[in-house]
């Protein structure tokens, strides 16, 4: 038993006891899995290439859909043992929500500095699993006057899906011996 809760007023130590006695042991962490994570880096990017909205208009972003998967490290690759290394992506969303086209993305560009990838099958590997993603669309709503202050969706406005693009960053490493892909800082 732990010196500071016999130390308690008899009149809170049956309750200290049970907070002593209840603490959840700590969890462990789950083993690696491989999996790969990816974080949209939109914001990052210049106000000259956002979307400007008129004030009876909002906007809603396209939704990935939770099959999409993520790209693999190029198992040729793996004898190389590299260090990690960044994909930035520029990924075209069409108005129907399927990847019209994605294209490589330099650090002045939106990309954390970091160096360019040093073997291109890792950019191929990113942009190959980008193909087969799908969205919801972007749609932007358009509101006949002002729009709602506390409207949730676009109930009272006509929706207009847009295409749009949104920047991923992928980060392609080595743990273990094993290929990893992760989301990018």
């Known amino acids: 038993m732990h010196d500071a809760c016999l130390r308690l007023a008899p009149a809170a130590l049956a309750l200290a006891l049970a907070a002593c006695a209840s603490a959840p042991p700590p969890q462990a962490s789950p083993p690696p899995t491989g999996a790969v994570g990816m974080r949209s880096i939109d914001k990052q990017w210049a106000g000259a290439q956002r979307m400007e909205l008129a004030a009876n208009e909002t906007f809603q972003m396209p939704l990935a859909e939770a099959g999409n998967a993520a790209p693999h490290y190029p198992q ?8 990690p290394q960044t994909v930035c992506l520029s990924v075209g969303i069409g108005a129907q929500g399927r990847v019209i086209g994605s294209r490589a993305l330099a650090a002045g560009e939106g990309c954390p500095t970091t160096p360019t990838p040093q073997d291109p099958r890792f950019v191929e590997a990113a942009r190959a699993a980008v193909a087969a993603w799908r969205f919801d669309p972007a749609f932007r709503c358009v509101y006949p006057g002002t729009k709602p202050v506390d409207e949730q969706g676009c109930v009272s406005g006509r929706e207009e899906a847009v295409p749009v693009s949104l920047a991923y960053s992928f980060v392609f490493e080595q743990k273990d011996g094993r290929g990893t892909v992760r989301m990018g800082e």
Request: proline share 12%.
């Open 76 to 83: 040729e690759l793996l004898a190389q043992r590299l260090p």
